[in-house]
């Protein structure tokens, strides 16, 4: 099992940036291994994938948040990061991280971010 906990999360105003951070434990010992993701659910819309990262360090981000936000992870600390710059309105929800490994995918609890107009 693989127990994740994001942090990070706040109010923040439209064009600011946030930080959220994901700390894995457990049977980490599969941590480089796993694909770690970011996901958002805003208010009232179905959770989508908005960044992720392979194990290799290969980045992959939703069309709308492409050269806003910055997915990295720390292999030896079992930490997944997301920088979020510029943000907008829309990018209000609950963001969680997610860890695939093989067929099992592992979930965070989740922590909001309010970005005001």
């Known amino acids: 099992q693989v127990q994740l906990v994001e942090s990070g999360g706040g109010l923040v105003q439209a064009g600011g940036s946030l930080g959220l951070s994901c700390a894995a434990s457990g049977s980490v010992f599969v941590f480089p291994a796993m694909i770690m993701e970011w996901y958002r659910q805003a208010p009232g819309k179905e959770r989508e994938s908005v960044a992720a990262v392979s194990s290799g360090g290969t980045a992959n981000y939703a069309d709308s948040v492409q050269g806003r936000f910055t997915i990295s992870r720390d292999n030896a600390k079992k930490m997944v990061y997301l920088q979020m710059n510029s943000l907008k309105p829309e990018d209000t929800g609950v963001y969680s991280c997610?860890?695939?490994?093989?067929?099992?995918?592992?979930w965070g609890q989740g922590t909001w971010v309010t970005v005001s107009s």
């Open positions: 997610a860890a695939t490994w093989g067929a099992r995918k592992y």
